[in-house]
């Protein structure tokens, strides 16, 4: 934990640089004073080809990331956490935002640890650094 997930129009083309938004977003997370492991960080993103945004008259663009953490973290440790992403996703997206028409979204979810189950090695390379 935890998994970024990143839903985005396909109609963002070249202004969704999304291998650089993963990577921001993983370093944001890393840079968390430790609160999420770096060997339990995923991000990944989803093209979306079938939607429709607002009345469908214009080339309105979304992104829209869905943030999911273990629980057991404190309010403010999700503030801050979330506030960085948030911020980094936004200057990801600041020049597109800039010239056409964008929504940029949000949301935290926390797993309840009985119903999260994993199997990972990951950790241990992070453990030998």
């Known amino acids: 934990m935890p998994h970024v997930i990143v839903e985005y ?11 650089e938004l993963l ?6 997370l890393m840079a968390q004073n430790g609160v999420f492991p770096t ?6 993103a989803i093209k979306l080809t079938e939607y429709r945004v607002a009345d469908g ?11 999911k953490i273990a629980g057991g973290r404190t309010p403010e ?11 980094a996703i936004k200057a990801h997206f600041a020049q597109a935002f800039a010239r056409r028409y964008l929504a940029l ?5 926390e797993f309840d640890e ?4 994993k199997h990972n090695n990951i950790h241990a390379r992070f453990r030998k650094a």
């Open 57 to 67: 008259k214009e080339d309105d663009a979304f992104v829209h990331v869905t943030f």
């Open 39 to 44: 060997g339990g960080i995923r991000s990944r």
């Open 9 to 19: 129009t396909d109609n963002l083309g070249d202004d969704a640089c999304i291998p």
């Open 23 to 28: 990577q921001a977003m993983n370093e944001t």
């Open 105 to 109: 979204s949000m949301e935290l979810t």
């Open 77 to 87: 440790v999700k503030k801050a956490a979330c506030d960085a992403l948030f911020e």
């Open 114 to 117: 009985g119903g999260s189950y």
